[in-house]
């Protein structure tokens, strides 16, 4: 697939506000925009596609309806998985989720939602970081890819640890949560 989106190391994804669905634009640095992500905000369970500017579909993010975690798949244009996204049940400082390949872990990902940092390693190799930009319009992040790595497992990963943190941080303000 020849997308720009599967290309680019360095981009920014900004997080439209105030919509009915949950849509993030995929811009370069200079601005230009050349890919997007949707998903519906109440989906049973959480479902995106990530689309190029002409509209063909790059890959697909879908919830597990069942999970003691947090857990996602990664689906490629055609349907087959790609990949899986977990999230660690407990952890006392930060965040932790883990991507796995094949039912086999693949990267790790560490990171603070309070900071709004997160590291992607494989083998603990850097592969990639996602930073969210403190002062914005809009929720953005900065995402560089500095590793050999499927560009649409850290898309989908960072699509899904936003999607995830936010249902987390709203839940947590809104007091008990009852299924």
């Known amino acids: 697939m020849d997308s720009k989106l599967l290309q680019l190391n360095d981009f920014i994804m900004n997080k439209k506000i105030l919509s009915l669905r949950e849509h993030y634009d995929f811009q370069d640095r200079t601005g230009s925009k050349f890919g997007e992500g949707d998903g519906n905000f109440i ?40 990949g899986a996204i977990k999230k660690k049940l407990l952890k006392l400082i930060g965040e932790e989720y883990w991507v796995e390949q094949n039912g086999k872990e693949f990267m790790r990902i560490y990171g603070n939602f309070t900071e709004h940092d997160y590291k992607f390693e494989v083998n603990k190799q850097l592969v990639a970081f996602v930073h969210k930009k403190w002062i914005s319009i809009r929720d953005s992040f900065c995402v560089s890819i500095t590793g050999n790595v499927d560009h649409r497992l850290i898309i989908g990963a960072a699509i899904v640890i936003e999607h995830v943190e936010v249902r987390e941080d709203s839940s947590h303000h809104l007091g008990p949560h009852f299924p």
């Open 43 to 82: 989906q049973f369970p959480a479902k995106f596609d990530v689309i190029d500017l002409g509209g063909s579909k790059l890959m697909s993010i879908e919830g597990k309806l069942i999970s003691l975690r947090h857990e996602f798949t990664f689906h490629d244009n055609m349907g087959q998985q790609i």
